[in-house]
């Protein structure tokens, strides 16, 4: 090996043991980006954790790290994350680099409340099962460019589809497989749903410019509360031969 190979090793595994030792707190204050909070912080850059924190407007709580070493000589951070939200815990395999972060391994419960304050999905309540073999992130954009994986939504429930339906009732429509491959665009859904009042079917497409277009298909199975069916008059078109409605979506996140 080259003289010159030994001097990288060298200076590789020198900073390699300064970051084992690095204070966490420290590591934080200097390097922490734009829209990251973290409280109670204790351990290392290198293995740590934080009591409390805050992504947006999400938070976190017992929020842990693990970061890998050998990524280190490859010019690269690579890090196991873990986290509990207010309701539900997220985990994952984090690999970043100038402008671009990485995640595989992702793994996340919680409810939909718990997500309320950074998606847009008010008028619903029920449970998220996320698993995700890859998501990439544009860092400067703070928007994927890539999702691949999987999302069951369980137990959901929704507050009237017409205006005129009883306020503050929420009606049971089942349980929903989401399939998140790759596409023409970052995000690219095909769902369906899995046991329910609703028969449904249909995609799901986000662009990089953040605007989306849905397009489903809806059939109220024989249980289906009137409520529900009297909102679909509403929302969707008239139904087909078979008793689907199709119902369009499109506009911008």
């Known amino acids: 090996m080259k003289l010159w190979h030994w001097v990288a090793l060298g200076i590789g595994a020198y900073f390699a043991f300064a970051l084992s030792s ?19 912080l204790e351990g290392t850059l290198w293995s740590g954790r934080a009591a409390a924190g805050n992504v947006g407007n999400l938070s976190l709580r017992d929020v842990r790290w693990s970061v890998h070493a050998w990524q280190l000589l490859l010019g690269r951070v ?15 395999h984090v690999k970043a680099t100038r402008g671009h972060v990485s995640l595989s391994e992702v793994r996340a419960s919680t409810s939909l409340s718990t997500l309320r304050p950074v998606l847009p999905i008010s008028g619903l309540r029920g449970q998220a099962n996320l698993t995700l073999s890859a998501l990439e992130l544009d860092v400067a954009k703070a928007w994927p460019t890539k ?8 137990q959901l429930e929704t507050t009237p589809l017409n205006l005129t339906g009883p306020r503050g009732k929420l009606f049971p429509i089942g349980n929903y497989d989401v399939l998140l491959s790759e596409g023409p665009g970052p995000i690219n859904a095909k769902f369906n749903d899995a046991g329910g009042p609703l028969e449904v079917s249909g995609t799901l497409a986000v ?24 909102g679909l008059n509403v929302i969707a078109s008239d139904p087909d031969a078979e008793g ?10």
């Open 22 to 40: 690095f204070p966490a707190g420290t590591a934080y204050a200097w390097f922490a980006p734009a829209g990251l909070q973290l409280d109670g």
């Open 78 to 92: 690579a890090a196991d994350l873990r986290a509990q939200l207010d309701e539900g815990y997220v985990a994952a």
């Open 147 to 154: 999702v691949v994986g999987n999302l069951k939504l369980l």
């Open 207 to 230: 662009n990089a410019a953040r605007a989306y277009f849905l397009d489903g298909l809806i059939k109220p199975r024989a249980d289906a509360a009137q409520e529900l069916v009297d």
């Open 244 to 253: 689907r409605r199709r119902l369009m979506l499109n506009g911008s996140l």
